[in-house]
């Protein structure tokens, strides 16, 4: 199990809304630390999406925002396309001594 | 531009070491730390450690303390991470990445190095 939780999979139309959810504990997100997001293609190394919560590097389209509240993060992509379908991973960083970095388990994000 | 290149696939036997380089380009490297994460076949990112390019200091994920040695050569600019006693568990893709200036994310990535571990 991931300490980060994320749901498995998600699906939207192109055009609608969707959110990928990213759920951690007190010793993580809850903590105050920041939250990022990466979308990894087949085949490719992730790509940094969102950093510290909510900032997106350049390059990114707008369409994509992040979110933080209490011990979990969102991620939202609006206007979604084809070229969006790809997997979605969650990090931050934890207290606990176990890891310090910690990644949700990924979202397959599927554009129907 | 920012690259991180990474050396090429390994195929190692149980209970042998695989070291993987990552040399870096486009800043100066000793401002930035490196982090190497890995990917096991058709599953999620799992973080090993990262190393301070400045001084040299480690972290290292729990699981992997004894087990996995992080180095850097700043005259090269570059990363290298060594994985001892492997298994067929640790068959996996390993990435470097750089750590962004001031929280925990990290900007760019190296293109993967695919490690098979197989007798």
């Known amino acids: 199990q991931s300490v980060l939780t994320q749901p498995p999979s998600v699906s939207g139309a192109p055009g609608q809304r969707v959110t990928i959810s990213c759920t951690g504990s007190?010793?993580?997100?809850?903590?105050?630390?920041?939250v990022h997001w990466y979308q990894q293609l087949p085949g490719i190394a992730p790509k940094l999406l969102i950093f510290g919560n909510s900032n997106r590097p350049s390059g990114v389209p707008d369409r994509f925002s992040g979110s933080k509240s209490g011990t979990s993060g969102s991620l939202a992509i609006t206007g979604l396309q084809a070229e969006d379908e790809a997997d979605y991973y969650c990090q931050s960083y934890d207290s606990s001594l176990s890891a310090y970095v910690v990644f949700g388990g990924g979202t397959k994000l599927t554009v129907l | 531009q920012v690259h991180l290149v990474q050396s090429g696939a390994e195929v190692k036997k149980p209970g042998a070491s695989v070291k993987v380089s990552c040399k870096a380009s486009?800043?100066?490297?000793?401002?930035?730390?490196i982090n190497w994460v890995r990917q096991a076949p058709g599953q999620g990112l799992e973080w090993l450690g990262s190393i301070s390019a400045y001084n040299g200091y480690t972290n290292y994920a729990q699981k992997f303390q004894g087990r996995v040695t992080m180095t850097t050569d700043t005259s090269t600019s570059t990363a290298y991470m060594e994985l001892r006693s492997l298994t067929s568990d640790d068959t996996a893709v390993y990435y470097c990445?750089?750590?962004?200036?001031?929280?925990?994310?990290?900007?760019?990535w190296g293109q993967g190095t695919l490690v098979t571990v197989s007798s």
């Open positions: 990445a750089r750590q962004i200036l001031g929280t925990t994310g990290f900007d760019y």
């Open positions: 486009g800043y100066t490297f000793i401002t930035y730390g």
């Open positions: 007190s010793s993580n997100i809850g903590a105050g630390y920041d």
